[in-house]
């Protein structure tokens, strides 16, 4: 988990840096382009424009509060990935299992049940396999072993999820700070000068507005992929709970 979230810290921050150089190499060879023809250097005029005014509003913003908002992304991104990785992986095709542990059971026995939960990856597997350990102690003894370990599964599904939902916070709280900071400059600058002249405030206060807006944007970002988390963390919850059902379903008719 730490070596992949580093890996992929780094990773977004070389991103960042390669889409600086990038921009500095198509701004070259937009103007060369533009000395050709002017129709076929259109496109590639407004792409680097727009590039450039981000890099532009990103700089304008200030690298103290615009660095911390823009590494806020990078972790939360980084976190987000890591999860939505492990959370696929943890995905399984819980009627296929159950058929297999059924036939398995039916054929075989507990042993031969478990050899198949013990073959197959997920969460859902990991919890037949301590239900069917405990089928020699009784029903009582499975059901609380699924119950148990069900709860320990949840908890390797959620983890380093709140982190997410702090980045969410603290991205716009930081952008709005930004803004405050911004604004005391702007009204320090007319104290200074003695007279409301709007070139003494408009730098503050555009300041102010872009950190508010990229903070902003960071958190819209993770928003969406903290939502799409918490949806897959609940199916596979809802799957390891029918899961569960099924399997003492299983375990009662077979003691029948």
């Not at 003894?141 to 603290?170: D, H, P, R, T």
């Not at 300041?207 to 918490?230: M, S």
């Not at 609940?234 to 029918?242: A, C």
Request: net charge negative.
């Amino acid at each position: 988990m730490k070596r992949l979230f580093s890996i992929l810290a780094i990773a977004g921050m070389m991103a960042f840096g390669t889409v600086n150089a990038t921009t500095n190499a198509n701004t070259t060879a937009a103007t060369t382009v533009a000395t050709m023809t002017q129709d076929d250097a259109a496109p590639a005029a407004e792409e680097i424009g727009f590039h450039q005014e981000l890099k532009k509003r990103f700089i304008e913003g200030g690298p103290g509060f615009m660095g911390i908002v823009l590494l806020c992304l990078i972790l939360g991104l980084a976190i987000a990935i890591e999860r939505i990785i492990f959370l696929n992986l943890s995905t399984s095709n819980t009627k296929k299992l159950t058929q297999e542990v059924e036939d398995a059971l039916a054929s075989g026995g507990v042993d031969a049940a478990k050899e198949v939960c013990r073959n197959t990856k997920g969460p859902v597997a990991s919890i037949y396999y301590q239900g069917l350990d405990r089928t020699d102690e009784g029903l009582d003894a499975v059901e609380k072993a699924v119950v148990a370990y069900g709860g320990v599964q949840m908890g390797q599904l959620e983890k380093n999820v709140s982190w997410i939902s702090l980045f969410i916070a603290l991205a716009p709280m930081l952008g709005f700070m930004g803004t405050v900071i911004g604004m005391i400059q702007a009204f320090d600058k007319i104290e200074a000068a003695g007279d409301m002249q709007p070139s003494l405030v408009a730098g503050g206060i555009k300041v102010a507005l872009l950190t508010t807006v990229f903070g902003l944007v960071v958190a819209i970002i993770l928003q969406i992929f903290y939502n799409y988390i918490i949806a897959k963390i609940d199916s596979i919850v809802n799957d390891m709970e029918d899961a569960s059902i099924t399997l003492m379903d299983l375990l009662i008719r077979q003691k029948k």
